[in-house]
């Protein structure tokens, strides 16, 4: 049958059941399944076993699938452990879908299947985990025995240990010299001329087919472990064109560091060198090698391997290649030395043995199979990458001469210089200071918190020179971190956060925790991180100076002037308000209330643009003659008395409020304007007078017709209320009066003032006006509602009405329990 109808049949079955699995999960979920499991025992019992089978599924489902991409699953009891372990069974489920994507590639022809044979490398040797003892080994340290030990507490400028200086154009007693490297004394390159001067082989530039390497498992490593073998391995050195070198390195269980092994390479023969022997510092012999600009020199991210061979073994390289600058030309998409094996070799390098601790003696086979196999195929790798570097060069362009841009670069690589660890207290600098660290977490920190944690800092670099291990071996980050987050109280609380196996730490025990209460103390007074960090002055004692440093930066008392523009940049020269102009005065108090505006920090050159077109408006405004002003002056009248009484806020219509009377400023040309209408408002004065005698008049008329009319409807009310106390028609007639005398006052006041009729504008007056939010509704209440007399008596005439009807109760449960 065919293989892809099968996989259709299969494919469409397994479609139908997961679709409709989801359909009856979703149906599930808009369920209230906990009502139903609390309503019916019988319920729930089936519900919790659906549960269980399901999650028992899941477990299943997940071992299979965390097998088949080499992962282990998380156990999943309940539904509380499939959120704590979420992200790792999407992990799981992610990989399985991508191995499922490949296989249906692979079935519908979309990707060709890739060969068995290719697929398993002949050189991959798969081994075990990476035992704990690996890792770390409990052994005596190496560097006790060394002839020429490391000084761990010194602090000056870290000299080359070079006695000899082989293929030297300059002198070495002149090539080792203190020099200034950005602010501080350092001691130059000792090959820095050679280097710099020296030419690539011209057999580097040209296109070779890559030489075969011999098969790893018949490439026997020769192992050197003593002087005399280091000179015959010298000797065959001396023959080859190119060589390949590789170091394994220690810097855990010492505070300098140790360069444990160094792999060396031909193309027919490969050695692994004993760098922890005592007499280590003899092998800068072998820079009649590496510092010969003919004998071509291969490695791979030789950043740091530079700086080891300097200062543990004082070899320097000359006639270098770093295949790691090779990747970053050819843009290849990983640049690890795993990847360039995997490319030109199909080897798959077992990466684990990095972690691994070099200073085992003997060292197992499966970590000398790693050591070998990093520098046995880097020359045929290395033939690979300079062929297509050159093919994809341009001669004629600078800027495409790719294999002279990787042998640039390697130059630079091979100048760089060790440098002592150093660590000043006071600031944090140094390549052991904290200062470093501290910036990359970006940790905010109390003054206590940031005192304990430079005290930390300080004692564990003290302990860990006197002791000769790393600062991280002592106490690690995290647990300092810790510390400092949450200072402990109490002495137990510290022994807590110390891990057992930080030995040196739990041994000073009684030591640090009298150190963390005395920094926390001091803390209370002194700066901040933030503080001490936005502080520019170098600081001498942390606890003090740094205090007085920080309150200079924040509790500075001087004047500070903030600049400011002569002319707007968001509205130019437009004038906004009379506060703009430049005859208004601004005072102090003012002045400080402006402030430059973000969009105002332009560049310089527009500033002065902006400023040049202020000084020419200025210029314009001042050329302009003055203006002729007239002076009217206002008749003297005696101001009125303000009333200082309670008011409300009423409704009224819109009125114009009188203008209060001024001095006013006018230009000649309006001047005229005004005294002409001043002399038409004369001509109809009489007239007005005319018409405000017959406004009055009329409104007299009208109040009489309101008061006839409201006499009227009391009459009504006083018959309708016959029952009630005379006491009561007392207040009506009494409250008819007052309303009639605030009418007059109304009145009075209008016609003071001199209102206008109806259409016309007059002035709002606050203390006559309606009330605006209640009252249109007091009006209609009170002349359409009697209002309420709690003296009359119930009667006959006056039937007494029933309570409202309650509304029925609803039934319905309230809250639902187990039984």
Not at 444 to 449: L, R
Not at 759 to 767: T, V
Request: glycine share 4%; aromatic share 8%; charged share 30%.
């Amino acid at each position: 049958m065919d293989p892809q109808s099968d996989f259709k049949t299969l494919r469409e079955g397994v479609q139908n059941a997961l679709i409709a699995t989801v359909k009856t999960v979703n149906r599930l979920a808009s369920e209230d399944l906990k009502f139903q499991k609390t309503a019916d025992p019988a319920v729930a019992q089936r519900l919790e076993n659906s549960v269980g089978r399901i999650l028992g599924l899941s477990q299943k489902m997940l071992k299979a699938e965390a097998k088949a991409v080499g992962t282990q699953a998380p156990h999943v009891d309940d539904t509380e452990d499939l959120d704590l372990n979420w992200s790792k069974i999407v992990d799981i489920v992610d990989c399985i879908f991508e191995k499922a994507d490949s296989a249906l590639d692979e079935c519908t022809g979309l990707a060709k299947r890739r060969d068995t044979g290719q697929t398993d490398s002949a050189f991959a040797k798969k081994s075990a985990p990476l035992q704990a003892n690996l890792r770390n080994a409990n052994m005596r340290k190496p560097q006790l025995k060394f002839e020429v030990k490391c000084d761990t507490h010194s602090q000056a400028p870290w000299k080359p240990i070079l006695t000899k200086k082989p293929h030297a154009k300059v002198p070495l007693e002149k090539s080792i010299e203190l020099a200034d490297f950005n602010g501080h004394m350092e001691y130059r390159h000792p090959y820095q001329t050679e280097i710099m001067e020296s030419a690539f082989p011209e057999r580097g530039f040209a296109i070779a087919d890559p030489i075969p390497f011999e098969p790893l498992e018949t490439t026997q490593a020769t192992w050197v472990g003593t002087y005399e073998e280091v000179l015959e391995m010298l000797e065959e050195l001396k023959k080859a064109d190119e060589i390949a070198v590789d170091l394994e390195h220690h810097d855990y269980r010492t505070y300098v560091g140790l360069t444990c092994l160094m792999q060396i390479s031909t193309r027919t023969h490969d050695w692994i060198v004993d760098t922890l022997q005592p007499w280590r510092h003899k092998l800068e012999v072998l820079n009649e090698v590496f510092t010969d600009p003919k004998i071509i020199k291969v490695l791979h991210g030789a950043h740091m391997d530079v700086q080891w061979l300097q200062r543990d073994l004082g070899l320097y390289l000359n006639g270098f290649f770093d295949t790691y600058y090779a990747c970053e030309v050819l843009g290849y998409p990983q640049r690890s030395l795993a990847y360039l094996l995997k490319k030109f070799i199909n080897f798959d390098a077992d990466k684990k043995y990095q972690l691994a601790d070099w200073r085992r003696r003997p060292i197992p086979n499966e970590m000398m199979f790693y050591a070998q196999s990093d520098t046995h195929f880097l020359l045929n790798i290395y033939d690979h990458m300079r062929n297509e570097l050159i093919k994809n060069s341009d001669d004629s362009r600078a800027d495409m001469d790719l294999m002279g841009a990787v042998i640039v670069k390697s130059k630079q690589r091979a100048l760089i210089r060790y440098e002592q660890l150093t660590f000043d207290p006071a600031t944090g600098d140094g390549t052991r200071g904290w200062l470093g660290m501290f910036l990359r977490q970006s940790r905010a920190m109390t003054g206590p918190q940031f005192a304990v944690y430079r005290a930390i800092w300080e004692w564990r670099d003290k302990k860990a020179r006197n002791e000769d291990e790393s600062p991280v071996y002592v106490m690690s980050n995290q647990v300092l971190n810790d510390i400092t987050r949450d200072i402990p109280g109490e002495r137990a609380a510290l022994e807590a956060l110390i891990p057992r196996h930080a030995n040196l730490a739990r041994e000073s025990l009684a030591e640090l925790w009298e150190l963390i209460q005395k920094a926390a103390k001091e803390g209370e007074t002194g700066p901040t991180a933030l503080q001490f960090i936005n502080s520019s002055e170098k600081k001498v004692d942390a606890a003090t100076e740094a205090a007085v440093s920080a309150s200079k930066v924040y509790n500075d008392s001087s004047e500070v002037t903030v600049p400011r523009l002569d002319v707007s940049q968001l509205f130019g020269s437009m004038l906004l308000s009379s506060a703009w102009e430049e005859d208004s005065v601004m005072t102090d108090s003012n002045a400080e209330e402006f402030m430059q505006l973000p969009w105002q920090r332009l560049h310089p050159t527009m500033v002065s643009i902006l400023s040049q077109q202020a000084s020419e408006v200025n210029e314009r405004k001042t050329k302009k003659e003055p203006a002729e002003v007239i002076h009217i002056e206002a008749t003297p009248t005696t101001p009125a008395k303000p009333k200082d009484e309670e008011f409300t806020l009423k409704a009224g219509t819109k009125r114009k409020a009188p203008e209060p009377e001024r001095e006013v400023e006018v230009e000649s040309g309006r001047a005229s304007e005004q005294a002409q209408s001043n002399l038409v408002s004369s001509e109809k004065a009489g007239d007005d007078d005319q018409k405000q005698q017959d406004i009055v008049q009329r409104k007299r008329a009208k109040k009489a017709a309101r008061k006839a009319a409201k006499r009227e409807r009391v009459a009504k009310a006083r018959a309708e209320a016959a029952g009630a106390m005379e006491g009561v028609e007392g207040e009506e007639e009494e409250g008819v009066e007052e309303e009639e005398e605030e009418e007059e006052e109304e009145e009075g006041a209008a016609g003071e003032n001199g209102e206008k009729e109806d259409g016309e504008e007059e002035a709002f007056d606050y203390s006559t006006a309606k009330s605006v939010m209640y009252g249109s509704v007091a009006k209609t209440v009170e002349s359409h509602k009697k209002s309420f007399n709690p003296y009359v008596k119930a009667s006959l005439d006056r039937p007494i009405k029933g309570a409202r009807r309650a509304p029925p109760m609803k039934g319905g449960r309230s809250a639902t329990f187990r039984k």
